[in-house]
Nanobody, 114 residues
Framework: QVQLVESGGGLVQAGGSLRLSCAAS????????MGWYRQAPGKQRELVAT???????NYADSVKGRFTVSRDNARTTVYLQMTNLKPEDTAVYYC????????WGQGTQVTVSS
């Protein structure tokens, strides 16, 4: 099992930036993919970005060119750098680790004011 703790959310004006962090512990050796997802009020949870154990990244079309997913060398922390934020980016952002199972963090709120 993998434990995930997100941090870095907050309130920012449109056009601003935030960096989210996701610290992983537990069976981190078993992780194949880590990703960021988000859920806005009244909407389904959606993929934002993922990064594989080999470093391959994938992004939702809505965030391409604005968000960057990365990780530290120890592969215990994954980051989501968000720039040029828009009000429609407002959501709870969740970290996910995929191994033989999926583990989720508790989420961190990102609010972008217009």
């Amino acid at each position: 099992q993998v434990q995930l703790v997100e941090s870095g959310g907050g309130l920012v004006q449109a056009g601003g930036s935030l960096r989210l962090s996701c610290a992983a512990s537990g069976s981190i050796f078993s992780i194949n993919v880590m990703g960021w997802y988000r859920q806005a009020p009244g909407k389904q949870r959606e993929l934002v970005a993922t990064i594989t154990s080999g470093g391959t990244t994938n992004y939702a079309d809505s965030v391409k060119g604005r968000f960057t997913v990365s990780r530290d060398n120890a592969r215990t922390t994954v980051y989501l750098q968000m720039t040029n934020l828009k009000p429609e980016d407002t959501a709870v952002y969740y970290c996910r680790a995929e191994s033989t199972r999926s583990d989720w963090g508790q989420g961190t709120q990102v609010t972008v004011s217009s």
